[in-house]
């Protein structure tokens, strides 16, 4: 299973110059609920058009959004091996969780400090 961050959903759908392949999207997706959230924050703020707006929601609706339930955020509230951002922090609790009890999963990000965190905690990275 590949988890999913936002920087990979937001430049695939504001067509950045770099994107996931569209197979891609093909994959067993999981995110933290943070994610729904970070990605709404980002499309109101830019005021999209509703075509926009649904292309966002179907997107979401690939991905299985894991709850931002306490024995996921436990993790949150320990020191991680290399410092990092608050919703990093969360989104690798419960990437940490997922690994931690077995799941084979990857992080798929652009953003380089998330990506060395999750090295940091052997969890593997999904090369883009």
């Known amino acids: 299973m590949t988890y999913v961050d936002s920087s990979v959903v937001l430049a695939y759908l504001f067509v950045e110059d770099?994107?996931?392949p569209d197979v891609f999207w093909d994959n067993d997706l999981?995110?933290?609920?943070?994610?729904?959230?970070?990605?709404?924050?980002?499309i109101n703020a830019r005021r999209l058009g509703e075509a926009r707006l649904e292309r966002a929601r179907l997107l979401l609706h690939r991905v299985s959004l894991i709850e931002l339930?306490?024995?996921?955020?436990e993790r949150a509230l320990e020191p991680f091996p290399v410092p990092?951002?608050?919703?990093?922090?969360?989104h690798l609790?419960?990437?940490?969780?997922?690994?931690?009890?077995?799941?084979?999963?990857?992080?798929?990000s652009y953003d380089q400090r998330l990506l060395a965190?999750?090295?940091?905690?052997?969890?593997?990275?999904?090369a883009l």
């Open 18 to 20: 770099r994107i996931p």
């Open 30 to 42: 999981v995110a933290s609920r943070l994610l729904e959230y970070e990605v709404w924050n980002r």
């Open 69 to 73: 339930a306490p024995p996921f955020l």
């Open 84 to 90: 990092v951002r608050t919703l990093d922090a969360l």
């Open 93 to 108: 609790a419960t990437l940490d969780h997922l690994h931690r009890n077995g799941a084979n999963v990857e992080l798929a």
């Open 117 to 126: 965190a999750a090295r940091s905690l052997h969890i593997p990275v999904l």
